[in-house]
């Protein structure tokens, strides 16, 4: 657990523990409530749905899954999209690794060093963010390659992709790369200006698929709905879940039509992928986004949060309401957490020693709320 308290209620940027103390919540349930905990609005969606029907599966469609997938197909940044629900990212991520080879007929997987893609085997095996994910379970799936993340710089990443193409595996055997836009779980890192355009036309030349995980940055988390639009790149298939439905569980693997075509039916499946009252809940979240601008304020409020935090001197970095503060270690890091606890607010780590501090509130963020962070943060440095 991030912490040792109980919660009885959300509301907003805040949770509400046993004994009735409010926290200021910069955790999200890790990058979930973007919404702000119990949105009216996610609420009523749920309760009235909830009345109506609750479960078909693949018996047959229902209006809200139909109605949702319209409509998120009509927001991805890929022309001609199709999708498949599921309910969590990790399964998103699974299902994208089977499609790939699928479609392909290609059996390798390039991802980055650092990333984080899920807990299920396929997931597993190419998430490195942390070797502790991984003890105890090998072997993982093969035909996975990692190469480092671009960091500071590309060139690193760029030279160790053509060295892999040299030694370890030529780049017709290659189904797809896999990258989160903005690293997550391995330290809030934002690459620098043109890795996913110049790993997208390394993509093309290769006839290799592009695979954007955006379960942790999708929704407005970063100042876009999604954030491989801040750089202008069309990935072949987006994987999205967490906040898609304000803490329903839920996941979308989004992808141009003729590469999710390439299932035929049976081919890949699942029991309550696409539930209806889930997509209400993520209809009624696409709903808030837009009406309460939230994306706009996540930009608006992220760019304030991070510059409040480097006129305080602290190490931080991000995008949009996707921040992270280096501290010196992981026991720096832990003794920070602790104070800010004792002054009612929640944040949590990330990054491969657990130094970082990983600042992820909800988008519903208000002037307000950003002064009282920063306030009781001076305090706690
Ligand atoms: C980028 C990314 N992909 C996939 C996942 C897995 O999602 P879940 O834990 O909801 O299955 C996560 C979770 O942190 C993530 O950050």
């Known amino acids: 657990m991030a912490t040792p308290l109980a919660f009885v209620a ?50 047959g469609a229902t209006q809200a899954a139909s ?8 927001l991805v940044p890929i022309a001609d999209a199709k999708l498949f629900l599921a309910n969590s990212g990790t399964e998103v991520v699974e299902a994208a ?6 479609a392909s007929g290609r059996p390798a997987v390039i991802a980055f060093g650092g990333g984080f893609h899920g807990r299920t085997l396929g997931s597993l095996s190419i998430s490195t963010s942390k070797a502790g994910f991984r003890a105890g379970y090998e072997p993982l799936p ?6 480092p993340y671009p960091r500071d710089e590309l060139e690193p990443t760029f030279a160790a992709l053509e060295q892999l ?9 290659v189904a797809a790369m896999i990258v989160e836009p903005v690293l997550g779980e391995g330290g809030y890192v934002v690459p620098p200006d043109g890795f996913l355009p110049r790993l997208r036309s390394l993509c093309n030349e290769h006839e290799i698929l592009l695979v954007a995980d955006e379960v942790q940055s999708g929704f407005g988390r970063t100042g876009r709905l999604f954030a491989c639009e801040h750089s ?19 996941g979308a693997l989004v992808g141009c039509a003729e590469l999710l075509d390439a299932w035929p039916p049976g081919a890949h499946g699942t029991t309550f992928g696409g539930n209806p009252v889930c997509c209400a809940a993520a209809a009624a979240t696409l709903d808030v986004l837009e009406e309460e601008r939230l994306v706009e304020n ?8 991070l510059e409040g935090l480097l006129r305080l001197g602290a190490k931080a970095h ?3 309401l996707m921040i992270g503060v280096d501290l010196a270690s992981a026991e720096a890091a832990t003794e920070v957490r602790e104070r800010l606890l004792e002054r009612h607010v929640i944040v949590s780590a990330c990054g491969p020693e657990s130094r970082t501090l990983r600042l992820s509130p909800p988008l519903v963020l208000d002037g307000g709320h950003v002064a009282r962070f920063l306030e009781v943060f001076a305090t706690c440095m």
């Open 318 to 320: 991000g995008r949009g």
């Open 10 to 59: 959300g509301e907003g940027a805040e949770l509400i523990a046993t004994d009735g103390t409010r926290y200021l919540d910069f955790v999200s349930g890790f990058g979930v409530t973007n919404t702000g905990h119990c949105h009216p609005r996610v609420v009523e969606a749920i309760r009235d749905q909830a009345a109506q029907l609750l479960h078909v599966s693949t018996v």
């Open 67 to 74: 109605a949702y997938a319209e409509r998120l197909c009509a």
């Open 142 to 147: 093969g035909g996975v390659y990692t190469v």
């Open 97 to 102: 690794l089977k499609l790939v080879r699928y």
């Open 232 to 250: 202008g790149v069309e990935p072949d298939l987006i994987t999205l879940g967490k906040g898609i439905a304000s803490g329903l569980p839920m």
């Open 298 to 305: 996540a930009a608006r409020r992220g760019t304030e949060l």
């Open 165 to 173: 193409f040299r030694e370890q595996v030529v780049p017709r055997r």
